[in-house]
């Protein structure tokens, strides 16, 4: 479908499983970008902005907490987020844990276990 792109209009795809693309389809592509994961400052930003307002017992600037997400992308990290919120919201805890986030991350990671199994 690619190939027989005519228009005359700028072409963008993205993609977070890149090892299923042929070198033929890597090919029909003239640039291509990486993004690497978030390096821990920007884990320690992005903590800052989705956690504001939200009561918890960690600083968001902690190396251990912005740690737990090294290797994520910011999507999964934001997701990660959104569900430890949710989780503390719907145990009617008044504070957001180290532990709601470890129990979200391990929901992620068997998720993504079993996306890469289908």
Do not use: C
């Amino acid at each position: 479908m690619i190939g027989d792109y005519r228009g005359k209009s700028l072409l963008i795809a993205a993609t977070r499983r890149e090892r299923i693309l042929s070198a033929a389809g890597w090919r029909r592509f003239d640039e291509v970008l990486a993004f690497e994961p978030p390096n821990l400052e920007q884990l320690r930003r992005l903590l800052a902005v989705k956690l504001r307002g939200l009561r918890r017992e960690f600083e968001t600037d902690d190396a251990r907490i912005a740690g737990l997400f090294e290797g994520m992308s910011h999507a999964d990290a934001e997701r990660v987020i959104q569900r430890a919120a949710k989780d503390m919201i719907l145990s009617e805890k008044e504070l957001l844990s180290e532990g709601h986030l470890r129990a979200a991350i391990r929901r992620e990671n068997a998720r993504r276990t079993k996306a890469k199994g289908s």
